[in-house]
């Protein structure tokens, strides 16, 4: 097998789902399942499916082109403002996308036109993150003008919070949201299908046994494929935390000093690390850098840990198991090394499991050749 890939477990991604959709749905709040981490990967988007979601969503055109080039057929959002370069491709390959310029809402509109398709609208409202959004104030006024467009539909309203700015969604900024909701909706005689809440961010809000009000829609994408909400970083329980794995060859291993000699100055990406403990240590490297994966975002496995990486190299210490030049190991990853190892040409996604053999030394994998 080539190294290094990404494992992805879509067994482990639809029970995530699935669990999600479970208890969401008992509040009225449907899902719409979050590709654009796994760079729209067709087996990652069709687990997502078979287990519920209401639709699938990706910040980019390509990852959507990509999935209906698979034959997915699934409504799919596009949760980044479309760029006005692109709205014709964004109407015959997106259902929906999400908006906060009327120029490219207009721009949409005669796409559409050229097309003879609908495309739907959600307008995404500003609720302090600092990211994209209409400033509430001026909501009303810019539904007023998408109503006005030739095939367009007004779909719903939308808020995403604690990316840029860290703002936490809370019982002040959801209820603002469905206020709006209600005052579009008051002032156009019309009623709004989405009234979309926000991110994986918003699930301690959704399931913090509050009332979410007219919010009856979150796009989840770390929670479904991490099992994480990403506000602390916690585990979301009965999900699964593990559903891709990172797997890299060693081409050196042996014991070197642990401390570097010479007069020393600045590494290859800037930084001036410090080695701790001195004597002799087990090293290992593996053929993966930073080009591949964030190594800050890398879980070794027990009994190993992660001393530095530069762009083509990652190095570990083994303070057990001495493995050799050849062996694969094993790493968990956190949203950010998922999304650069998903974005390496490098890397190879794999299905998770089908021809490795695990050796019962702490999670070091065999490979069969
Ligand atoms: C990335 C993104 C999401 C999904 O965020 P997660 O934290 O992965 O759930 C939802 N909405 C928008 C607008 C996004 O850009």
Same mark, same amino acid.
């Given at each position: ?21 479970? %208890? ?53 959002? %596009? ?177 070197? $000093? ?36 964030? $190594? ?36 968990? %990853?956190?949203?950010?090394? %998922? ?31």
């Amino acid at each position: 097998m080539t190294a290094p890939r990404l494992e992805i477990d879509s067994g482990k991604i639809e029970h995530n789902t699935r669990t999600l959709v479970g %208890l969401l749905s008992t509040l009225g709040i449907s899902i719409a399942g979050v590709t654009k981490a796994a760079l729209g990967c067709p087996d990652v988007a069709r687990a997502m499916l078979r287990a519920g979601v209401s639709a699938l969503a990706d910040s980019r055109i390509e990852n959507i082109e990509a999935m209906r080039r698979e034959g997915i057929d699934a409504p799919m959002w %596009l949760i980044r403002s479309p760029m006005l370069s692109q709205t014709d491709r964004v109407v015959r390959a997106a259902d929906l996308s999400c908006n906060t310029e009327l120029s490219v809402i207009a721009s949409l509109s005669r796409a559409a036109g050229r097309s003879g398709r609908l495309h739907q609208v959600v307008l995404m409202v500003e609720l302090g993150d600092l990211r994209e959004g209409i400033l509430p104030v001026n909501l009303n006024a810019v539904a007023g003008a998408v109503l006005g467009l030739p095939g367009i539909r007004l779909a719903g309203i939308g808020a995403n919070l604690a990316c840029l700015g860290g703002v936490a969604p809370d019982r002040n900024n959801m209820d603002e949201l469905s206020t709006l909701a209600e005052s579009v909706e008051a002032s156009f005689g019309i009623e709004l299908e989405w009234v979309s809440g926000g991110n994986s961010a918003n699930l301690e809000w959704a399931l913090g046994g509050g009332d979410p009000g007219r919010i009856n829609h979150l796009r989840l994408g770390e929670a479904i494929l991490l099992g994480c909400e990403p506000m602390h970083r916690r585990p979301i329980p009965e999900l699964y935390p593990d559903a891709f794995t990172l797997v890299a060859e060693i081409i050196e291993s042996g014991s070197k $000093p642990a401390q570097p000699w010479g007069k020393r100055a600045q590494t290859a990406f800037g930084n001036t690390p410090d080695f701790g403990e001195a004597g002799e240590i087990w090293r290992v490297i593996l053929a993966v850098g930073r080009q591949d994966v964030d $190594p800050a975002g890398l879980q070794a496995p027990p009994g190993m840990s992660i001393l530095g990486a530069s762009g083509d190299h990652l190095v570990v210490q083994c303070d057990g198991a001495r493995p050799a030049v050849g062996d694969e190991i094993r790493f968990g %990853l956190d949203y950010s090394a %998922l999304v650069r190892a998903m974005s390496s040409p490098f890397v190879r996604p794999a299905p998770a499991g089908s021809m490795l053999l695990l050796k019962p030394d702490g999670g070091k994998s065999a490979t069969v050749r």
